[in-house]
């Protein structure tokens, strides 16, 4: 019998791997990455309590950029125009508030996984950078975060937050000495040192510290009271109507509506009437006076605050036979009647006049305004200026006078000059001069506006107008530096031709009429400023 012997299998030798990242025999390439992993996320650990003591920072920087935003902030953040110490927009809201909370999630974690070498050189940046973040917020600039500064404090109170970061970045300092981070620094116990006792105290304060900025935060967006328009219901109500003439009687304590212009058609235009009311803060009530001016809109009236009396001028109306007539005629008030008064000089006749009274002057003033050429009845729109001082109209000449018709016009108590609104922007009359407003941030220029001084938040308001097709809305303060748009979530509907006034009574800005397309408001408004 054959005997039949296997023969031997041939050995295949492994291929060489030429990944110097495959598993295999070690390689100078695969340890060395081994070292820096194990270097930079092995033992010794960064300190907790410094941890927490960074947190605790990065939360503090974050509340501040929260807090101080302005109350129309929580109401629509898309608004916002400030950016985080992050880079990124505060307008995004609530994914705003969710970086600042994954950056601190992120530095935590980043901390607590790195080997103490690495981790506190990390940890040393980034206090330089909140420290230097924190006191910049209170630099001086031109939009201050905070509303105690000013131009005048601005340099001691951003001296002071440098002094006390210095102050804190030291004690921050002393508790990396205390974890022998420093190694050049000797720190020795005494018997009476409890340090594992003071550290735990220090990251309970820490935790308690960002509690508190987290419930201040809450409670700002949820409760801090905000901006907002509250429509008015009143037992009586002047008919809806726009163009009106309206001023406020600081002598009497009302506010006295006349005239304007409460529906148009086709066949007879605008008409308007002649009526006068007064409101006391809670209601209206029409006057029946022995004597009234005729029929008008888009007259010029103020209260004369030196005399006590209302003064109204021009204004636009209809004659016997339906035809558009302008007036120059001045009227006063005095509460119980109208007086005509026959001065020897008075201004060209007009409507859609801008006016106020001056307490520089002592006058009332009235400027611009639009006119139709006799003859042609062609669209004339005026550039000069006249002033009341209870006798006589006297002329007011400007070195580089502005046409202006249907332009807002408010003196302004902060800057004490004159502010006007037309469709180009804000202009500011620093005699003899109409000079342009320079701000950071303004509204956008539009006729037919208002602008009332709210004394009890010194503060100027503006509300709607319009532009071309464009009916506005919106509304705008203005606080001696800077102009912010105010947002709430009920708004009036949008109109020109309105009357804005501050009501003394009520402590707040009232709002009535207007017109919108085809819709004379009657509605009343006040506006509720934090």
Not at 91 to 112: D, Q, R
Not at 420 to 433: A, I, K, N, R, S
Not at 464 to 481: L, S
Request: charged share 15%.
């Amino acid at each position: 019998m054959d005997i039949i012997q296997d023969s031997p299998r041939a050995e295949v030798p492994a291929p060489e791997v030429q990944d110097e990242f495959a598993s295999g025999p070690p390689n100078r390439l695969r340890l060395g990455a081994l070292r820096l992993v194990g270097w930079l996320f092995g033992p010794p650990y960064f300190p907790g309590i410094l941890t927490w003591l960074i947190v605790s920072l990065i939360a503090t920087n974050s509340a501040i950029e929260l807090l101080v935003q302005p109350a129309s902030y929580w109401v629509d953040f898309s608004a916002s125009e400030y950016y985080t110490f992050l880079g990124t927009q505060l307008k995004w809201g609530l994914w705003a508030i969710a970086a600042y909370v994954g950056y601190m999630v992120i530095v935590a974690l980043v901390l607590s996984i790195t080997n103490i070498k690495l981790a506190f050189a990390i940890w040393i940046g980034l206090c330089v950078y909140h420290f230097a973040s924190l006191t910049e917020a209170f630099h001086c600039r031109a939009l201050y975060f905070f509303p105690f500064e000013n131009p005048g404090n601005c340099t001691t109170i951003h001296t002071v937050s440098v002094v006390f970061a210095g102050i804190l970045w030291g004690v921050l300092l002393t508790v990396a000495v205390r974890q022998g981070l420093i190694s050049r620094i000797a720190f020795v116990a005494t018997e009476t040192d409890a340090p594992r006792a003071r550290m735990g105290s220090l990251r309970n304060v820490s935790i308690g510290w960002i509690a508190l900025l987290s419930l201040a935060v809450l409670l700002t967006a949820v409760l801090a009271p905000k901006p907002a328009w509250h429509a008015l219901q009143t037992t009586h109500a002047p008919p809806g109507r726009s163009e009106a003439a309206l001023v406020y009687d600081t002598k009497r304590s009302v506010a006295v509506l006349f005239g304007g212009t409460p529906s148009w058609t086709q066949a007879g235009g605008w008409q308007s009437i002649n009526d006068t009311w007064e409101w006391d803060g809670s209601d209206w009530t029409q006057r029946q006076p022995p004597h009234s001016p005729l029929p008008r809109y888009a007259a010029a009236m103020a209260f004369d605050e030196r005399r006590g009396v209302t003064v109204l001028f021009g204004g636009m109306g209809r004659d016997q036979d339906n035809q558009s007539v302008i007036y120059g005629d001045t009227w006063e008030w005095d509460g119980q009647d109208w007086q005509e008064i026959s001065p020897s000089t008075s201004p060209p006749a007009r409507d859609d006049t801008s006016v106020y009274f001056d307490p520089l002057r002592g006058t009332v003033v009235v400027y611009g305004g639009h006119s139709l050429e006799q003859g042609t009845a062609a669209n004339v729109y005026l550039d000069d200026a006249w002033e009341w001082d209870g006798k006589d109209w006297q002329q007011i000449i400007f070195d580089e006078p502005r046409r202006s018709s249907a332009s807002a016009i408010v003196f302004d108590p902060i800057r004490q000059l004159p502010m006007l609104m037309d469709v180009e922007g804000l202009w500011l009359w620093q005699e003899p001069l109409w000079t342009p407003a320079s701000f950071p941030v303004s509204p956008p220029g539009r006729w037919s506006s208002q602008m009332v001084y709210n004394p009890g938040n010194q503060q100027i308001v503006l509300f709607a107008g319009f532009k071309g097709t464009d009916v506005f809305n919106d509304t705008w303060v203005y606080d001696g530096q800077t102009w912010q748009q105010v947002l709430t979530k009920v708004q009036p509907p949008r109109r020109h031709g309105h009357n804005l006034f501050y009501d003394p009574i009520r402590g707040k800005v009232l709002l009535f009429g207007g017109l919108d397309g085809g819709t004379f408001h009657g509605d009343m408004w006040e506006l509720v400023q934090p």
